[in-house]
T-cell receptor, first 117, second 112 residues
Framework: DGGITQSPKYLFRKEGQNVTLSCEQN?????MYWYRQDPGQGLRLIYY???????QKGDIAEGYSVSREKKESFPLTVTSAQKNPTAFYLC????????????????FGAGSRLTVL | SQELEQSPQSLIVQEGKNLTINCTSS?????LYWYKQKYGEGLIFLMM?????EEKSHEKITAKLDEKKQQSSLHITASQPSHAGIYLC????????????FGKGTKLTVNP
């Protein structure tokens, strides 16, 4: 079945360490996204990519980095510069060609929960 | 930037009761999306509304977008424990941008 796979599901990090969250999709979607979810704050956009080898900062990109070397993969690195990285991270994708303008139904992965010790 | 306000923040109902969740924007909504999330899991797409006055239903869930395209409601009829979770609304931005913004979510508890 087609979908988005995020790994690991749970991750613990010591302060000062970089960690990379994996996101792989087999939906042949062009666009991929990373969101951060904190209790009571909803989803906030970190980075997004509309095409391979290109990506844009979202609303809270500081302390994060991404790459988009392959269409199906969009890994997120949480760097030591991110002051409060403990959160639930969600990856999503969408097919840019579907529907009218604004008709971007996102498919989400199951999420990765990062805890800084 | 566009912000979406959801109300209520949390809701506890008895099984079998009807309920409504609202999503409001100060700006025109270009595509309004409703998602459901179980705690600690990803979001599941429920419905998308694009036109003013549009209404869609799936099983016991009905979503509406007002004529001015600034407010949407999600109505659940005869709620069941399986309806429990967090409901989030998301909206596209003007010009068909692929950046969606989301409300903070409404946590629904259904007591048997």
């Amino acid at each position: 079945d087609g979908g988005i796979t995020q790994s690991p599901k749970y991750l613990f990090r010591k302060e000062g360490q970089n960690v990379t969250l994996s996101c792989e999709q087999n939906l042949n979607h062009d666009a991929m996204y990373w969101y951060r979810q904190d209790p009571g704050q909803g989803l906030r956009l970190i980075y997004y990519s509309q095409i391979v080898n290109d990506f844009q900062k979202g609303d809270i990109a500081e302390g994060y980095s991404v790459s988009r070397e392959k269409k199906e993969s969009f890994p997120l690195t949480v760097t030591s510069a991110q002051k409060n990285p403990t959160a639930f991270y969600l990856c999503a994708s969408t097919d840019r060609g579907q529907g009218a303008a604004g008709a971007n139904v996102l498919t989400f992965g199951a999420g990765s929960r990062l805890t800084v010790l | 930037s566009q912000e979406l306000e959801q109300s209520p923040q949390s809701l506890i109902v008895q099984e079998g009761k009807n309920l409504t969740i609202n999503c409001t924007s100060s700006k025109t909504l270009y595509g309004l999306y409703w998602y459901k999330q179980k705690y600690g899991e990803g979001l599941i797409f429920l419905m998308m509304l694009q036109k003013g006055g549009e209404e869609k239903s799936h099983e016991k869930i009905t979503a509406k977008l007002d004529e001015k395209k600034q407010q949407s409601s999600l109505h659940i009829t005869a709620s069941q424990p399986s309806h429990a979770g967090i409901y989030l609304c998301g909206a596209g931005t003007q010009g068909g941008s692929e950046k969606l913004v989301f409300g903070k979510g409404t946590k629904l508890t259904v007591n048997p």
